[in-house]
């Protein structure tokens, strides 16, 4: 079998991430029986400072052939970032109508996390994000720009359907889990779009009877994420909320540079986007010191993806076979001094 990837690896460390994973998932092919059809695209910040666009116009028709997209990262000092993000990232996301943003978050044995009492296997929860509208729906405006009454308009946008789907996703996964969802809204302040998510939750959860279904404010939930990380399951959340809440969860389990995200169809119409949850780090551009094990782990959720559960499950039991070992290399923001492929070629090795 041989899959067509797409990747973009993007700016800053996204094009060292990339370039060290992916032979970490070619291998995996070798050790399962399949292999990878890579086209690479120089799409980013770059582009865009030379031709004002960060991808081509066709660039959507290019894509949806592929079965997964692998991106690194994207942005740039020079660039505002809602210029990268509706350059690139939204419009990928929305025209292939990846609505599962999937950001799992694991505290590995061998890794520290900032949390004191904690030990690896204790933090294990899985946060699926509106990915389509909500906050980062693109409705809105400015007006009477360079006046004192310049005045800027931004709408969040809910449907009962764009609701519905993330909220009957996450159900499903709590039910594969451990039958606990955490439904997170600010609905006391925002009273139509938030009233209607919940009022929705509350309908899904009469089809999941084995699921107890927890409610908290998005504050609250932020708050308990550092509090109690150990009894969160399965959340779900808005787009922006999503957002926020996997960087708490990153951060508590040791690293970002530990946390893989997917962007998913899961009826597989349109090709899945994988990328790692980290930025395009701008500040250490060119050292070969980042943190490749997100991209690994996105790659391995790509994996499963395409139907390779097991290569899937081999990469992920390397990578955690890796951080359990003493002596194995680790990046800089694991307390080590290894570099990028270092690190990626240690993974390598032990599948």
Known sequence: ???????????????????AALPVLREAGDVYGFEFDVTAYDWGTERYRE??????????????PRDAILLGAVGHPDVPDHVTLHGLLLPI?????QYVCKRPTVLYEGVESPLRGYDGGDI???????????????IGGREHRGFDNDVAIQSALFTRQGVERIVRQAFRAASRRRGKLTNVTKSNAQAYGMVLWDDIVEEVATEFPDVTVERLLVDAASMDLVRRPEEFDVLVASNLFGDILTDIGAVISG??????????????????LFEPVHGSAPDIVGREIANPLATVLSGAMLLEHVGEPEAAAG???????QLAAPAAPRTPDLGGEASTFEVARDVEARL
Do not use: H
């Not at 899959?3 to 990339?18: H, K, L, R, S």
């Not at 004002?52 to 290019?62: F, R, S, T, V, Y």
């Open 1 to 19: 079998m041989t899959y067509d990837i797409a990747t973009i690896p993007g700016d800053g460390i996204g094009q060292t991430v990339v370039e």
């Open 93 to 97: 996301r929305k025209a292939f109508n």
């Open 315 to 321: 990469v992920r039991d390397a990578v955690r076979a």
């Open 124 to 138: 294990d929860f899985v946060v699926y994000r509106e990915n389509t509208e909500g906050e980062y729906a693109d």
């Open 255 to 272: 690293s970002m540079g530990l946390a893989p995200s997917a962007n998913v169809n899961p009826e597989g119409e349109y090709p899945s």
């Open 51 to 64: 031709e004002g666009a960060m991808m081509p116009d066709d660039a959507l028709e290019q894509l949806e």
